[in-house]
């Protein structure tokens, strides 16, 4: 193999599969990254068997062939490389990096050992704007549980169904529910994709493209751009969500997003680093105030917000980190809370937007 | 020409007296059933409204004590829904919320 390329090119090639190279200590070579070329292009390739990333970068290629080089020394030492003409060439299974008069040596992978990102052909395409997935995800990668004895809930639900679709996820403390419409789609597709997939989604889809879903029962493929995202779906069932979401509310609340944010970032200050893990905060919700009065054993915090109310006044505990993240995704001015006494799951949605809500069940004290 | 008329009456009063005999058992075996008719029926009756309402109160008793009890373990700190049922619950859970408050 022999390329010649820009240190931009090997940037944006290594950038965009890296979080794909396996962390674990699995097998050595995929803790590799594949360069392959085709045509006057090269693939960069990366995979933990989990999802595998592949992305199409055109270069002068002046030798076909393929190396497996170590994701963590070449992507180092790509970052470190001078801003100039770089010529790959390999040497069984290493590769001389030329730059200026320089050289560099990585010590590769036998190539014969890197799996296989394989495609599968598929007659099941969904098209979606990137805008509107990303938003999507944006309103749910969240929620996800981080690390689950129960696998379905590291991942999100996507469900299509013709030209609707919706995105959920929980960790069983609150759930996330994201609706959109996609035009001139009669598919059907329903599968719990890894929340590493949807972040790597969020990372490399640019606004303005159309994501390409081609699936089958076990695999997913996302493509678009250069790029191509491989996954395996979470095997599962996921819990039927319905039943979960309230049906009516006690007590109707507009509140400003921004005041709001602010007073429950500043009462955690107080809860932060204690040795509970929860981060507790309380309001107290009375003839359209929002009271917060917390203390610690580091201080004291006091604090009245103006607010909305309709229906009975209510004094309700959360984890001060869940109210947080619904607070910093959601784009409108207002945010409407609906609860239901101090013990039932209280729902959050961004006023006049009937696509999203979230719900977050109360701390019992 | 007289004796085979003889023999021809003959022949249909043994017909006769088989059917005859036939509709006699059948008319003994539909008075059994009759009568287990309405010893069944009886039989339903003899179950009260009372003895009813004891069965229903009973059962509504043992799902509220169970309800109660797992109400109660909810409380503990273990999970009763379905996805978790018997684990120990950090902090809380929707789908017990969900099912505690559904019943
Ligand atoms: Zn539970």
Redesign the pocket.
């Known amino acids: 193999m022999k390329i010649i390329c820009s240190k931009d090119n090997l940037l944006l090639g290594v950038n965009t599969v890296q979080r794909a190279v396996a962390t674990k200590n699995t097998m050595p070579i995929l803790q590799g990254i594949r360069l392959r070329t085709e045509g006057s292009s090269l693939w960069f390739e990366a995979t933990d068997l989990e999802i595998g990333i592949r992305c199409n970068i055109p270069m002068e290629v002046q030798e076909e062939g393929e190396v497996v080089l170590p994701a963590k020394l070449f992507s180092e030492f790509v970052r470190k490389l001078p801003d100039t003409d770089i010529i790959l060439e390999s040497i069984d299974n290493n590769v001389n990096i030329h730059y200026n008069k320089s050289n560099f040596v990585i010590n590769g992978y036998d190539p014969e050992e890197f799996p296989e990102i394989t495609e599968f052909t598929s007659a099941d395409i969904i098209e979606i704007p990137a805008t509107i997935f990303k938003k999507m995800i944006r309103q749910t990668i969240f929620a996800c549980a981080v690390e689950e004895t129960r696998p379905v809930f590291t991942g999100i639900l996507v469900h299509v169904e013709k030209e609707n679709i919706s995105l959920v996820s929980t960790d ?1 403390h609150r759930l996330a529910h994201s609706k959109a419409m996609i035009s001139d789609n009669d598919k059907e597709f329903k599968g719990i994709i890894p929340s590493k997939t949807m972040q790597e989604l969020l990372r490399l889809l640019d606004d303005n493209e159309i994501l390409t879903v081609q699936y089958n029962s076990s695999k997913i493929i996302f493509k678009f751009g250069s790029c191509q995202i491989l996954t395996r779906l979470i095997d599962g069932q996921f819990p039927s969500y319905k039943q979960v979401i309230p049906q009516s509310c006690n007590t109707k609340l507009l509140l400003n997003c921004k005041n709001f944010l602010d007073t429950v970032e500043r009462a955690s200050l107080l809860s932060k680093d204690n040795y509970l893990k929860i981060n507790n905060v309380r309001f107290n919700i009375e003839d359209s105030i929002l009271n917060v009065n917390q203390y610690s054993e580091m201080g004291k915090i006091s604090e009245q917000i103006e607010i909305e109310q309709e229906g009975e006044n209510v004094a309700i505990s959360f984890n001060a980190k869940y109210v947080i993240d619904v607070l910093k995704i959601i784009d409108t001015e207002n945010i409407i809370m609906e609860a239901s006494g101090p013990y039932s799951p209280c729902v959050f949605r961004p006023e006049n937007e009937e696509d999203y809500l979230y719900l977050l069940l109360p701390l019992r004290n | 020409m007289v004796g085979q008329l003889h023999q021809a009456i003959t022949e249909v009063e043994e017909n006769l007296s088989r059917l005859l005999n036939e509709v006699k058992s059948l008319r003994q075996y539909i008075e059994y059933l009759e009568d287990e008719n309405i010893n069944l029926k009886r039989q339903l009756c003899a179950v009260s409204e009372a003895d009813i309402n004891r069965i229903q109160k009973n059962a509504s008793k043992i799902q509220k004590e169970a309800h109660e009890n797992l109400e109660k373990l909810y409380e503990q700190g273990f ?3 379905h ?2 049922f018997g684990e120990q ?1 950090e902090s809380n ?1 929707l ?2 919320n969900a099912f505690l408050r559904k019943d």
């Open positions: 069983s | 999970h009763v829904c996805i978790y619950m859970c789908f017990c």
